[in-house]
Nanobody
Framework: QVQLVESGGGSVQAGESLRLSCAAS????????MGWYRQAPGKRRELVAS???????YYADSVKGRFSISRDNARDTMYLQMNNLQPEDTYVYVC?????????WGRGIQVTVSS
């Protein structure tokens, strides 16, 4: 059974950085696409960043120039480097991987940024 497990979240001050990791048992290297969403209670889930198997990336306007998505196939892990975090980046972040037409989701991890 495929499991996606996020790590690296926590509480930071504005201007600091965090790196989220998404360990995905055996599917990162062969994924068609992967990405990170974020969600707050009562709000719609927002796509933050994604990367296709051929390398094309997408970033939400609100995080361009501050966040970076990457993958390590050898470790079956995807990352989201988040720099210059701001209070408005406070969300639960969820990783997702699409492989062979099927979507896999992590359980999410909290990121809290205080001013």
């Amino acid at each position: 059974q495929v499991q996606l497990v996020e790590s690296g979240g926590g509480s930071v001050q504005a201007g600091e950085s965090l790196r989220l990791s998404c360990a995905a048992s055996g599917i990162i290297s062969s994924a068609n696409s992967m990405g990170w969403y974020r969600q707050a209670p009562g709000k719609r889930r927002e796509l933050v960043a994604s990367v296709k198997d051929y390398g094309r990336t997408y970033y939400a306007d609100s995080v361009k120039g501050r966040f970076s998505i990457s993958r390590d196939n050898a470790r079956d892990t995807m990352y989201l480097q988040m720099n210059n975090l701001q209070p408005e980046d406070t969300y639960v972040y969820v990783c997702t991987v699409e492989k062979s037409g099927r979507d896999y989701w992590g359980r999410g991890i909290q990121v809290t940024v205080s001013s």
